[in-house]
């Protein structure tokens, strides 16, 4: 089993250290360095360019971040990386690029956002892309498809169900995705506690939150889970550096 231990030290911030997409926006890299700066780890989404490459973005569609009609993958990584995210300095980054900028000083958590039948691929790109990183780091997918492809390719990183629902049926489908052997999950924090969260926590399954944004929030993250993901408040628990 990889080592998965960092998932759970310390809060991790959630598209990196935003401020609610005023100055510093989400998945960007001046939002990644203030996490770093404050010791947090950083959680990102990715998604698939058209010419292959992983770049960190959280929509399909471009208008809310870039103000642009389009998917994202209609763009190739280049393209891509001339687009001004939300009016400011920072553009769209590779996965690559990431990597350079973090470098292992804080762990990353990294949530991969396909489509079936698109993308063809992606769990392969992401993985080698990450072939030579040097840090703690984990991924995740609320996608079924792309978490029985990391398995099957043998990622070196835990792999963990991003997951939501309170209904049995629900349930029965997150138990299905983590017969791949997954090693943690990641979880609505407004739906917990829950059946399914308490079972897995009895097997030694380590478990973070989504989205945290208020200490109580972080209280009750407290009680049922393991870790949060959280965004526009500074939680303590962050790393000295």
């Not at 998604?47 to 960190?56: C, I, R």
Request: net charge negative.
């Amino acid at each position: 089993m990889p080592k998965i231990e960092f998932l759970t030290a310390r809060p991790i911030a959630h598209r990196g250290q935003h401020d609610g997409n005023v100055a510093v926006w989400e998945n960007t890299l001046s939002a990644f360095k203030r996490a770093i700066a404050n010791g947090y780890a950083i959680e990102c989404d990715l998604q698939y360019a058209a010419d292959g490459v992983p770049v960190v973005f959280h929509d399909d569609d471009m208008e809310r971040l870039c103000k642009i009609k389009g998917d994202v993958r209609a763009k190739t990584s280049s393209e891509l990386g001339l687009i001004a995210i939300g009016g400011t300095s920072d553009k769209v980054p590779t996965l690559k690029a990431l990597l350079r900028l973090v470098k292992g000083q804080v762990p990353l958590v990294i949530e991969l956002k396909g489509r079936k039948g698109d993308d063809d691929g992606f769990a392969a790109a992401v993985l080698e892309d990450l072939e030579d990183y040097d840090g703690d780091l984990a991924l995740m997918s609320f996608d079924e498809w792309l978490l029985k492809d990391l398995k099957e390719l043998g990622s070196p990183w835990p792999v963990g169900l991003t997951a939501e629902g309170t209904k049995d049926e629900e349930f029965a489908a997150h138990r299905k995705a983590m017969d791949y052997g997954l090693d943690f999950i990641s979880y609505c924090v407004d739906h917990l506690p829950n059946a399914f969260i308490t079972e897995q926590r009895g097997k030694g399954i380590p478990v973070i939150t989504w989205t945290v944004r208020t200490p109580e929030q972080a209280a009750h993250s407290a009680r049922h889970a393991d870790q949060i993901t959280f965004e526009l408040f500074e939680p303590e628990g962050a790393s000295s550096r």
